[in-house]
T-cell receptor
Framework: GESVGLHLPTLSVQEGDNSIINCAYS??????FIWYKQESGKGPQFIIDIRSNMDKRQGQRVTVLLNKTVKHLSLQIAATQPGDSAVYFC??????????????FGQGTILTVHP | DTEVTQTPKHLVMGMTNKKSLKCEQHMGHRAMYWYKQKAKKPPELMFVYSYEKLSINESVPSRFSPECPNSSLLNLHLHALQPEDSALYLCASSPRQSRGEAFFGQGTRLTVV
């Protein structure tokens, strides 16, 4: 299940299930969104991105959905595998002002995949 | 070559020491970044360089001093750090400042004693 509190949100799934990781953003000026995966002891790894003129983008086993009305982003992982276990961050890019091009990370979600 | 290389991987330094973190990329990227990451927290932006010029400084204390000697190299000079500065320091690069497909290095795990 998924929990939110003082700690990072966590999501536990069984191998083969589909996973959905959610993210809320606050900056209306952001026009570019990215999902990153960070495994223990490594730097964040780019997964997929989406521009604000789109509401859905698909990659290999991953889909990103963007709902600008409610400022919500989600990452769907199909047929989740143990190797998908990691912390997942959404990130946004500001499109103007003094923060132009600033890549800001969201809180993160810990995904644990059980064999 | 799609790698961002950071050295050293681990660093322990005293509060009176001066040390430098190094970052290198050969992807032709013209934007480079320093991030600080505490345990179980997202990376926090410190500095952005665009075309070798400092573009963003997120009000970072002066004990952290960035330097971009050329388009492939990024340094972070450290002086008189505090124990609370202990963290993972991540370097990243992207084709341009506005392009989000940033490639990250493995980071330098810094401990200030």
């Amino acid at each position: 299940g998924e929990s939110v509190g003082l700690h990072l949100p966590t999501l536990s799934v069984q191998e083969g299930d589909n996973s959905i990781i959610n993210c809320a953003y606050s900056n209306s000026a952001s026009d570019y969104f990215i999902w990153y995966k960070q495994e223990s002891g490594k730097g964040p790894q780019f997964i997929i991105d989406i521009r604000s003129n789109m509401d859905k983008r698909q990659g290999q086993r991953v889909t990103v959905l963007l709902n600008k009305t409610v400022k919500h982003l989600s990452l769907q992982i199909a047929a989740t595998q143990p190797g998908d276990s990691a912390v997942y961050f959404c990130a946004e890019i500001s499109s103007g002002g003094t923060s132009y091009g600033k890549l800001t990370f969201g809180q993160g979600t810990i995904l644990t995949v059980h064999p | 070559d799609t790698e961002v290389t950071q050295t050293p991987k681990h660093l322990v330094m005293g509060m009176t020491n001066k040390k430098s973190l190094k970052c290198e990329q050969h992807m032709g990227h013209r934007a480079m970044y320093w991030y600080k990451q505490k345990a179980k927290k997202p990376p926090e932006l410190m500095f952005v360089y665009s075309y070798e010029k400092l573009s963003i400084n997120e009000s970072v204390p002066s004990r952290f001093s960035p330097e971009c000697p050329n388009s492939s190299l990024l340094n972070l000079h450290l002086h008189a750090l505090q124990p609370e500065d202990s963290a993972l320091y991540l370097c990243a690069s992207s084709p341009r400042q506005s392009r989000g497909e940033a490639f990250f290095g493995q980071g330098t795990r810094l401990t200030v004693v």
